[in-house]
């Protein structure tokens, strides 16, 4: 098994472009989520999933958008890249209860490095 | 919506000293996670803890949950250089919603 694999490790945008950071899981999770990560600010929630068609918004969700079309794949677009998304974005994911919560130990990707100039 | 603070943001020990973070959420959790992530690396998952006033060991490492789920802490005893690195909290309120969230952690330095 792979695990959470999270494409690419490291990228460089212009402000106002787009693009898609990719993460896929082989441990057949219910649970998806996307973080991103600033100096002093800890881990914060952009968006999460709790199954195939099912996503919802985190604490800081403007400027990104998710889907999930399948079980496997959660993909986070940057619409129009700004400065402030410059951070280092980790994917997780875990099982879930019945009800959709997440219930044990998330695993994370090796995250993605996005610097937007 | 649900916070969870920890503290101290930073400490610097020499090897061989003790260690402690503090975990404390504004809701009553339903469980708390601790992970360890290593300077550029990503979080690893240590230990989950679900029953109130629950108490854990891994090695040098014990886990509390308090007896109100709403604090926690990590304590380690003698601490190694192995040990550097980013230790987090996360909290779940299941009944609030379905999200893990962070507190922002407590980087710990070792010096030999």
């Known amino acids: 098994n792979a695990g959470v694999t999270q494409t690419p490790k490291f990228q460089v945008l212009k402000t106002g472009q787009s693009m898609t950071l990719q993460c896929a899981q082989d441990m057949n999770h219910e649970y998806m989520s996307w973080y991103r990560q600033d100096p002093g600010m800890g881990l914060r929630l952009i968006h999460y999933?709790?199954?195939?068609?099912?996503?919802d918004q985190g604490e800081v969700p403007n400027g990104y958008n998710v889907s999930r079309s399948t079980t496997e794949d959660f993909p986070l677009r940057l619409l129009s890249a700004a400065p402030s998304q410059t951070s280092v974005y980790f994917c997780?994911?875990?099982?879930?209860?019945?009800?959709?919560?997440?219930?044990?130990?998330?695993?994370f990707g090796q995250g993605t490095r996005l610097t937007v100039v | 919506g649900q916070q969870v603070m920890q503290i101290p943001q930073y400490q610097h020990v020499q090897e061989g000293e003790d260690f402690t973070t503090y975990c404390n959420s504004s809701t009553t959790l339903s469980n708390i996670q601790w992970y360890k992530q290593r300077p550029g690396g990503h979080p690893v998952f240590l230990i989950q803890l679900v029953k109130s006033g629950e108490v854990k060991k891994q090695k040098r490492l014990t886990f509390q949950f308090g007896e109100a789920k709403k604090n926690s802490s990590l304590h380690i005893t003698a601490t190694q250089t192995t040990d550097v690195g980013t230790y987090f909290c996360a909290g779940l309120n299941n009944q609030a919603g379905t999200a893990l969230i962070f507190g922002k952690g407590t980087t710990l330095s070792v010096s030999s």
């Open positions: 997780a994911s875990s099982y879930s209860t019945p009800g959709g919560a997440m219930n044990t130990e998330a695993f």
């Open positions: 999933s709790v199954g195939a068609g099912i996503t």
